[in-house]
Antibody, heavy 117, light 107 residues
Framework: QVQLKETGPGLVQPTQTLSITCTVSGFSLTSYYMQWVRQTPGKGLEWMGFIRSGGSTEYNSEFKSRLSISRDTSKNQVFLKMNSLKTEDTGVYYC???????????WGQGVMVTVSS | DIQMTQSPASLSASLGETVSIECLASEDIYNNLAWYQQKPGKSPQLLIYYASSLQDGVPSRFSGSGSGTQYSLKINSLESEDAATYFCLQDSEYPYTFGAGTKLELK
């Protein structure tokens, strides 16, 4: 069955870099887009960006050049990296699967990230 | 960016009642509108996509409608398990944007 699971650091210091891994099973990363969404107390649900089945990426300009999404298809993993973290980046980060016409049909459980010194 | 204005922010209803939640887009999103249900501590779950298509496994008491800039989610015959927060999402244009959410409480 389709499963997605995010793993991440939990606590990150301001100005540091956040790295989260989404490990998937039950489907191929070369057949689906993989999305990243976060949920913060200040802004609610925010779309961050995605990596297409072919490997190209699209980002929300809100995150400017801070965000990078990549993958390792051999390990069934998708990666989110975001630098220059601020306290406002505290929230739950989700990966989700996407197929054309059916957005975010499966989600991971989410990983809570706290940005604090 | 397309703004999604969702209403109401919260509502309270009784078991068996019917409720509707609205999302108004700041411009035409051509039916590229999805609805999600989120329970506390859980990730969102897809209910409706392309404005009115019911996701596999979702009870038929959930339905979506709308076009252009105005969309709605209707829940018939409320059950206790429907207590949750509901969000709309537009995936018509980057950046995708979500509504602020509607918290549904069962009396």
């Amino acid at each position: 069955q389709v499963q997605l699971k995010e793993t991440g650091p939990g606590l990150v210091q301001p100005t540091q870099t956040l790295s989260i891994t989404c490990t998937v099973s039950g489907f191929s990363l070369t057949s689906y887009y993989m999305q990243w969404v976060r949920q913060t107390p200040g802004k609610g649900l925010e779309w961050m960006g995605f990596i297409r089945s072919g490997g190209s990426t699209e980002y929300n300009s809100e995150f400017k050049s801070r965000l990078s999404i990549s993958r390792d298809t051999s390990k069934n993993q998708v990666f989110l990296k975001m630098n220059s973290l601020k306290t406002e980046d505290t929230g739950v980060y989700y990966c989700a699967r996407d197929v054309n016409g059916t957005p975010f049909d499966y989600w991971g459980q989410g990983v809570m990230v706290t940005v604090s010194s | 960016d397309i703004q999604m204005t969702q209403s109401p922010a919260s509502l309270s209803a009784s078991l068996g009642e019917t409720v509707s939640i609205e999302c108004l887009a700041s411009e035409d999103i051509y039916n590229n509108l999805a609805w999600y249900q989120q329970k506390p501590g859980k990730s969102p779950q897809l209910l409706i996509y392309y404005a009115s298509s019911l996701q596999d496994g979702v009870p038929s008491r959930f339905s979506g409608s709308g076009s252009g800039t105005q969309y709605s989610l209707k829940i018939n015959s409320l059950e206790s398990e429907d207590a949750a927060t509901y969000f709309c999402l537009q995936d018509s244009e980057y950046p995708y944007t979500f509504g602020a959410g509607t918290k549904l409480e069962l009396k």
